[in-house]
């Protein structure tokens, strides 16, 4: 069992006098896997917030109305989270045909995850090797090696096309390259965000992080396609077909951006793990969608 002691703190000055809208991806989803054990959210504006969590992926979006000025947010909380271990060896996987109905939505392409434009690309480099497991970590790998990581290289608009193209990026940009190889072999692969444990300082601060979830067996499976992180210090925010269902933030009007400032720290104790690297799959969910929910 993992436990991590989360904060992130937010800033924008909104410059339109009529104020902005916001919706926030920001709290930690709850599902059977991950317990939100507490949490505290602080808003330097008195603003009325409704938050409501779709059901189908367990992401939680808030939704708040701000005035011109200063808006800064501080979200904190304690997440456990039980990872399911598996040998990767027995990862098999699961052809059309057999897929859970709700896990079909995962194979097609999407708006950044261009799947249906890899197929020869995809066939060419991984159509030869045995399937299963290491068929996506061969995936994951030769995104790796083809893509170098650094920051500010692409924005909202980038696609895998893009990241192919350009062969730089930031850890979406891998993200949306691996799914779209990985659909483009018939493997349902989506996003999960969560924030960058474990990733070298020399990156950058701490940041927001978005990772990949491959349908193998009879879960999905956790594979951090920027190579940049800790899979097993992931807490979930938010699951969807691409970046464009799990934005942290989308904005409503004349809003300045600071950057945001992340803070996960992994907690000891009896029976507690310190996330470390391991050769085990990991999967923080029990079976198809979230928690046992529908995933659409």
């Known amino acids: 069992m993992i436990r991590l002691e989360l904060q992130v703190d937010l800033a924008y000055d909104i410059t339109d006098p009529a104020g902005a809208d916001f919706v926030f991806n920001i709290h930690a989803a709850r599902t059977p896997q991950q317990t939100v054990e507490q949490e505290r959210l602080v808003i330097n504006q008195r603003v009325a917030t409704d938050v409501a969590t779709d059901e189908a992926t367990a992401t939680r979006f808030m939704r708040l109305r701000a005035g011109p000025g200063p808006l800064q947010l501080t979200y904190t909380a304690t997440v456990r989270i039980d990872h399911h271990r598996a040998d990767p060896a027995t990862l098999r996987e699961v052809p059309v045909r057999s897929l859970p109905l709700d896990v079909l939505p995962y194979v097609y392409p999407s708006r950044y995850c261009q799947s249906d434009r890899l197929l020869r690309t995809a066939f060419r480099n991984f159509g030869h090797l045995p399937q299963g497991h290491s068929r996506v970590m061969a995936i994951q790998n030769w995104v790796q ?46 996003i999960a965000t969560g924030t960058d444990f474990g990733a070298d300082p020399a990156l950058g601060p701490p940041d927001f992080h978005a990772y990949v979830e491959v349908y193998l067996g009879d879960r999905w499976y956790i594979f951090d396609a920027s190579g940049t992180g800790i899979p097993m210090g992931f807490l979930r925010f938010g ?8 934005a942290f933030a989308t904005i409503f009007g004349g809003v300045n951006a600071m950057a945001p400032m992340i803070r996960t720290v992994a907690l000891a104790g009896p029976g507690l793990w310190m996330p470390e690297h391991c050769a085990e799959a990991l999967s923080t969910v029990a079976g198809p969608g979230v928690g046992g929910a529908r995933l659409l």
């Open 239 to 246: 699951t969807g077909r691409d970046a464009a269902d799990v």
């Open 145 to 190: 090696q083809h893509v170098t990581f650094a920051s500010n290289t692409s924005n909202s608009n980038t696609s895998a096309i893009d990241t192919l193209v350009e062969q730089v990026g930031v850890c979406r940009d891998f993200t949306h390259l691996m799914i779209a190889l990985c659909r483009a072999l018939n493997i349902p692969a989506r």
